[in-house]
């Protein structure tokens, strides 16, 4: 068997396009849909996922922009920063890009933000309007990895869905939403006895750990559904994901890949919650 990819480029594009339209609508308005990006240090992989960000904005139209700061910069001046964005009319999103320099808290950083402009959805509000299920802005990278299921018509009323992974930015908002659309949840972890007797179980599997291979063909149900957030590099210096692709394509059902899977989704979904942000008003 061979698993039908979900292609997060494809997907991308099409709710990239539905945003652009959105914010047409909204500049006929007099609204520009705004978002700020700050980057504290030289972070190689940060430098490419703020660039890629801001190009987005600018694919959809929307305003964007970026701050950059030397990671000498205190966490005072970086709090003053936000808080003068929080009051910017021009911007409904703002985000900091982590990680940050070890001298700056980023729970502090994510607090100061304001809710309404949250559009990471990393916030202790945000998180708690997602457990209490009520509106608010949703964690990207799951957000996207739903959109993923919806794109393929998957109902996941009654199905077993095995999370790999519980950081408060990616496995546990990820659980949550599943949970929401009724899918019973197990969320596995590194002190989890044997994983492979859980993912086995699997209707949908999500692996969201950030170590290659960590799920393999043998613990894949043939059929299932298998999300791959991981964002690691080979031998060869590639990035790939958490997933022996080639071994477990052959067994799942539907997989995505690594890249051009969940990286796009997340940044798209960025997209959607800073325009919506903007429609709010
Ligand atoms: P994280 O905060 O480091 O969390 C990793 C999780 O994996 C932890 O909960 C950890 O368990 C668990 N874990 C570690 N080893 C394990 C093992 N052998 N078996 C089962 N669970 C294990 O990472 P994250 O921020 O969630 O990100 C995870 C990965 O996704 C990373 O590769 C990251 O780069 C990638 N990512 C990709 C995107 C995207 O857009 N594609 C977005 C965000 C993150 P404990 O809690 O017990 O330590």
């Known amino acids: 068997m061979t698993a039908q990819l979900i292609d997060g480029n494809a997907l991308s594009r099409q709710l990239r396009a539905d945003v652009a339209t959105r914010v047409s609508a909204l500049k006929a ?4 849909p705004g978002l700020a990006v700050i980057l504290v ?3 190689p992989g940060s430098q490419v996922y703020v660039r890629n960000k801001v190009k987005a904005c600018e694919d959809t139209g929307m305003h964007s922009v970026l701050e950059k700061y030397e990671a000498s ?16 009319p021009t911007i409904h999103g ?8 070890k001298h700056i808290d980023p729970d502090r950083v994510i607090e100061t933000i304001a809710s309404s402009k949250d559009v990471d959805g990393y916030s202790v509000q945000s998180a708690g309007e997602l457990m209490a299920g009520l509106p608010g802005f949703k964690s990207c990278t799951p957000y996207g990895c739903m959109k993923m299921l919806e794109s393929i018509g998957y109902d996941l009323k009654g199905k077993h869905a095995v999370v790999i992974g519980r950081s408060n930015t990616v496995g ?5 939403m599943l949970l929401q659309k009724n899918a019973t949840v197990t969320v596995c972890h590194s002190g989890t006895k044997d994983l492979k007797a859980m993912t086995l179980q699997a209707d949908v599997i999500v692996a969201a750990v950030g170590k290659r291979n960590v799920l393999t063909a043998d613990m894949v149900k043939p059929g299932a559904v298998v999300l791959d957030v991981g ?15 080639a071994g477990v394509k052959e067994v799942a059902g539907h997989i995505t890949p690594v ?3 969940v990286g796009p989704m997340t940044i798209t979904m960025l997209m959607v919650n800073t325009l919506e942000s903007a429609e709010r008003l």
Do not use: H, W, Y
């Open 231 to 245: 964002m690691n590099r080979n031998d060869e210096g590639k990035l790939c994901g958490d997933v022996d692709f």
């Open 259 to 261: 890249p051009g899977g």
């Open 41 to 43: 240090g030289e972070d």
């Open 172 to 176: 546990k908002p990820m659980a949550l």
């Open 29 to 32: 308005k007099g609204i520009t």
């Open 94 to 101: 703002i985000l900091v890009q982590m990680p940050l320099p």
């Open 73 to 88: 910069l205190s966490e005072g001046d970086l709090l003053a920063r936000i808080r003068a964005l929080n009051e910017d």
